[in-house]
């Protein structure tokens, strides 16, 4: 099969596409012919070798996201047969040989069926950013309906996704985007307002979009930049949730002493079992009611995957997620 294969940890270059056996499912394992695999940044890191969570043995390939069709299963796996439409979300699977190929072997609690209505390529935007959407809202910010959220990067994978679940519960949504092409997107699935993170002040609008309130709940892509001022947007009592965060912030602790808010982080590697079934029964749910539609902002061919981990980190602009196309 062709596959994504790397054997030494650095830059962009190191994934190779390459020809690999077909792996073999071992016991409580499932093989599952892919059409399409997510590109999260989280593998970018991992591909550079500096990974708090997570460093593979090597020679690797990458990807913990995709769908496709179930090829075969092994012993001991009923709930799956081959010709089942799957999405595969293996970030905590004990055995993944990566999504980054035309087949994948993981363990069959990592593969969940994909509602006839939502594409395969749309199935690949489900695993780590869907459940981290999930966890974020309800196990770490434990948002209520009739809250005002505001999703601080909400025009990327996971942020897409945050804003159509929020919303769907009755949370009053404000999403961020940095391009008007992202601005348009979050208006088109629900957002209430719409901020551009590129435009200076963008934040002093909020007092006036809530009626002085502020937000009871901001869901934060890019911490280093933004903590302090999420602070400040922040109404009395409320929590801000780290999603993302890619350096250091000097920060004024005096902001969450004022408001008596919280400052929680998250992230998907430390959800623990029931957590994590409760978020893939609740993503399930969410798709088969139409809820949650995920949105392709960039498609590459599985052999493009240098392009699409050089695009994850640095291209501006974001409208939805960036996955790779198998044939
Ligand atoms: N903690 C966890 O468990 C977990 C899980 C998944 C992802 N993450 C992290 O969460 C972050 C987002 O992941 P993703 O998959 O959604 O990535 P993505 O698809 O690349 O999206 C990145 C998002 O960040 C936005 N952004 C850029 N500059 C910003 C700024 N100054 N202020 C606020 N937002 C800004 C982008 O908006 P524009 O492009 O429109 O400017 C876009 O919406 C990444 O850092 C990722 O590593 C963490």
Known sequence: MRAIRMSTFGEADVLQFVDLP???????????????AGVNPAETYIRA????????????????????????VGDGV???RPGDRVFVAALLAKR?????????????????????SISFR???????PGLTAYRVLFHRARIQPGEIVFVHGASGGVGLLVVQLARAYGANVIGSAGSKEGMELLRQIGANEVLNHSSPGYLDKI????????????????????????????ARYGRTV???????????????????????????????????????????????????????????PLEKAVQAHTDIIHQKGARGKIILSIE
């Not at 990974?51 to 995709?66: E, I, M, Q, S």
């Open 242 to 300: 780290i999603v993302g965060s890619r350096g250091s912030i000097e920060f004024t602790p005096r902001l969450a002493m004022m408001k008596e808010a919280d400052v929680l982080g998250t992230a998907l590697w430390n959800a623990p079992h029931s957590e994590y079934i409760s978020s893939v029964y609740g993503i399930a749910a969410a798709l088969e009611a139409g809820i949650l539609k995920p949105v392709i902002g960039q498609e590459l």
């Open 207 to 234: 007092p006036a979009l809530t009626d002085g309130h502020g937000a009871d709940v901001v869901i934060e892509m890019l911490a280093n930049v933004n903590l302090e001022d999420d602070m400040k947007v922040l």
């Open 96 to 116: 993944n040989t990566g999504t980054y190929a035309q087949m994948v072997v993981c363990d069959a609690d990592a593969v969940h069926p994909l509602p006839e």
């Open 78 to 80: 009923s709930r799956l």
């Open 49 to 72: 070798g500096t990974y708090a969570f997570f460093k593979p043995d090597l020679p690797y390939t990458p990807g913990f996201d995709g769908a496709g069709i179930v090829d075969k």
């Open 22 to 36: 077909v792996p073999e499912p071992g016991p409580n394992e499932v093989r599952v012919r892919l059409h399409a």
């Open 122 to 128: 749309q199935g690949a935007a489900i695993g780590v």
